[in-house]
């Protein structure tokens, strides 16, 4: 698969969900889970101790209508290896040159984390493929709109925090796609091994970037002229 052909599925799917967990023992079952709800691009951050280990697993287990990526990718050689280990995207929660630069010799698409218009535009004439705003929640979803403006040809992912109600919000404000962590994947649902509410957790935030995509975007309200006093 092509960089391309893996950026275009990430923005078909429009979720991309990120589990990150104290081992591997969870990681297989939670991604069967998030799978059956429908998502289709799910990252392994390399926080979770054996996570490249698990993702052969995975691939074996979940097959090839899922896309598998690695996060957390913050050095060249953790990028080569995450590609080894059969990485179809790398994301990374920062910018580092050097990272985007071993994913694009590797065919890989890169998503690296940004924040200013300065480094949000840097990272992407670096070669990302895409730029992930991090911390969204910070932000908010006004700050993707008012991006869109100057920066219209980035394609952003906005990641951290992003609630079910925020994710509609970002996609209507512009953002190709969401990112989505402890929202789906929460510590409570896996304490009780309670997949089937992880695989109902990531329906919904699948449904609901479906539905802000059929919405009409809403138009800005009309400016008000400024009166001044009647001098009449």
Known sequence: MGAREAVDRIVTGGVVAIIRLPSADDLLPAAEAIRDGGVTAIEFTLTTPGALQALESARI???RGILLGVGTVLTAEAARE?????AEFLVAPNF?????????????????????????????????????????????????????????????LPTGG?????????????????????????????????????????RTFVEAVKGAR???VPSAPPIKPIEGPDTR
């Open 61 to 63: 287990k979940l097959g």
């Open 82 to 86: 995450a590609v080894r280990g059969g």
């Open 96 to 156: 580092n040159p050097e990272v985007v630069r071993a994913g694009r010799e590797a065919g890989v698409p890169v998503i690296p984390g940004a924040l200013t218009p300065t480094e949000i535009v840097q990272a992407w004439e670096a070669g990302a493929s895409m730029v992930k705003l991090f911390p969204a929640n910070v932000v908010g979803t006004r700050y993707v709109k008012d991006l869109q403006g100057p920066l219209p040809h980035i394609p952003l």
């Open 162 to 202: 992003v609630s079910l109600d925020s994710a509609a919000a970002f996609i209507q404000a512009g953002a190709a796609a969401v990112g989505v962590g402890g929202e789906i994947v929460s510590t409570e649902l896996l304490a009780r091994r309670a997949f089937p509410e992880i695989t109902a957790c990531a």
């Open 214 to 216: 059929e919405r009409p």
